[in-house]
């Protein structure tokens, strides 16, 4: 099992800047991939970001390409979503998963059903 605990989230001003984060447990955390998914009231989930077990390759969302940046921290068993230039269209509740890093690949990183494990979320709220 692996336990995912974000934090971060908060109400900010368009334009303006958050990073969230993703402490997890349990497992090797060296062993998966992460993503952030988040989902807006009404709406599906979606994938926002994933980053592969070392940090070398990393994938975006075309709405978020150029804002938000995903990083992680091994040592810390922690990723993170720096989101820059917020819009309001951002707002939604932020959630990080773990795929084993075995099967992340081009074909697999924007799909929720192959994450084994999820946080709790993060509401992150944007206003105008």
């Known amino acids: 099992q692996v336990q995912l605990v974000e934090s971060g989230g908060g109400l900010v001003q368009a334009g303006g800047s958050l990073r969230l984060s993703c402490v997890a447990s349990g497992r090797t955390f060296s062993n998966y991939a992460m993503g952030w998914f988040r989902q807006a009231p009404g709406k599906e989930r979606e994938f926002v970001a994933s980053i592969a077990w070392s940090g070398g390759t990393t994938y975006y969302a075309n709405s978020v390409k150029g804002r938000f940046t995903i990083s992680r921290d091994n040592a810390k068993n922690t990723v993170y979503l720096q989101m820059n230039s917020l819009e309001p269209e951002d707002t939604a509740v932020y959630y990080c998963?773990?795929?084993?890093?075995?099967?992340?690949?081009?074909?697999?990183?924007?799909?929720?059903?192959?994450?084994?494990?999820w946080g709790q979320g993060t509401q992150v709220t944007v206003s105008s």
């Open positions: 998963a773990a795929m084993p890093r075995t099967i992340y690949s081009r074909g697999t990183y924007s799909t929720g059903a192959r994450y084994d494990y």
